[in-house]
């Protein structure tokens, strides 16, 4: 018998959008034991990664002093028919109305901005640099849209994805969301609950969240919701499996309703439990509660709650208030 093979050096590249969370990422892969290096010239990043065993995280974007998408396309290809290295592309993204806000509140300059307006110069830089990270958008194994997400739910996600605790299995984020303020981008599977009652158009209801109890109770009670429930659980017992056995690390579940607060926060949370109760390490996000919390309450306040093994105190301290990802 010959000697095993060596270890593959587990290498991530961490691109994406200027004020997206690039350096968030890079700063919780740091934590998780990789060594980081953020924007090394691409005529030397090969180099570097040849050099050691530890994991490597890197961030490159447009700001690397020799940039050019097509060189690093060419790099990516040749590292990644490397049998000593395993590479990951992660790429951080946000709505362009998001990334001008953040760039407007902090008053720094965006890295591709002509010059002229800040407004201006910053919404031309963001749109010239969507345009030339397009292809490593393209090739990523991870894109992550941080336009609603708190630091702290994007912390887990990346945690799950690239912790030592990887080797549990894949983990599952559940998403609830409102169809009119668009689908989101990570979503790996998307459920519709427009179709259930809504408890919009009962006035004692209105004010209140699928958290509430009334709400649940209004909703469990249409007739359609019981089925509905064993087909998506039927579906999950099916599809999780698979995924995982097919090397999936994350898997992301949206659950969508017109207001994002009631049905679709109601079939959330339950299915987050239900994951969890069946051995699923589990994230739960509430986008549009987290858009804006209500004054005096704790309704409207962001949930990001991390399922794996937390159980019911895990879940309570995931509704504190979370910091936004800048």
């Not at 959008?17 to 968030?24: C, F, I, Q």
């Not at 994991?55 to 690093?72: E, N, Q, V, Y």
């Not at 689908?183 to 009652?197: C, I, M, T, W």
């Not at 158009?201 to 004010?207: C, F, H, K, T």
Request: one cysteine or more; aromatic letters at 6%.
């Amino acid at each position: 018998m010959g000697d095993p093979p060596p270890p593959r050096r587990q290498v991530v590249f961490v691109t994406g959008l200027s004020g997206a969370g690039k350096a968030s990422i890079l700063r919780v892969l740091e934590d998780l034991g990789y060594e980081t290096v953020d924007n090394p010239p691409l005529s030397v990043l090969e180099a570097v990664v040849g050099d050691g065993d530890q994991p490597l995280a890197a961030g490159i974007d447009s700001r690397t002093r020799d940039f050019d998408a097509a060189k690093a396309m060419r790099l990516l290809q040749r590292l990644r028919e490397r049998p000593d290295i395993g590479v990951t592309v992660v790429f951080a993204t946000a709505e362009p109305d998001v990334l001008l806000r953040r760039f407007t509140e902090t008053r720094r300059r965006h890295p591709l901005a002509p010059g002229g307006p800040l407004g201006h110069s910053v919404a031309e830089g963001i749109a010239r640099e969507a345009a030339l990270l397009a292809p490593l958008r393209e090739t990523a194994e991870l894109i992550v849209d941080t336009s609603g997400l708190p630091l702290p739910a994007l912390r887990r996600m990346i945690e799950d994805r690239f912790g030592t605790e990887g080797a549990l299995g894949m983990g599952v984020s559940v998403l609830s969301f409102a169809f009119p303020k668009g689908l989101p981008r990570e979503a790996d599977l998307v459920f519709d609950l427009r179709f259930l009652r809504n408890p919009h158009y009962v006035d004692a209801l209105r004010p209140l969240t699928g958290r509430d109890a009334a709400v649940a109770d209004y909703i469990e009670a249409d007739p359609d919701f019981a089925p509905f429930w064993q087909c998506m659980t039927d579906m999950m017992r099916l599809l999780l499996p698979r995924y995982a056995q097919e090397g999936k690390k994350y898997l992301t579940i949206a659950l969508g309703c017109t207001g994002g607060k009631h049905r679709s926060v109601l079939a959330a949370e339950r299915l987050a439990h239900h994951l969890q109760s069946n051995g699923w390490r589990v994230d739960l996000h509430h986008r549009e509660l987290s858009a804006g919390a209500a004054p005096g309450t704790d309704r409207g306040m962001a949930t990001a709650v991390s399922f794996a093994g937390a159980g019911a105190a895990g879940h309570e301290a995931g509704r504190e208030a979370l910091t936004q990802v800048s």
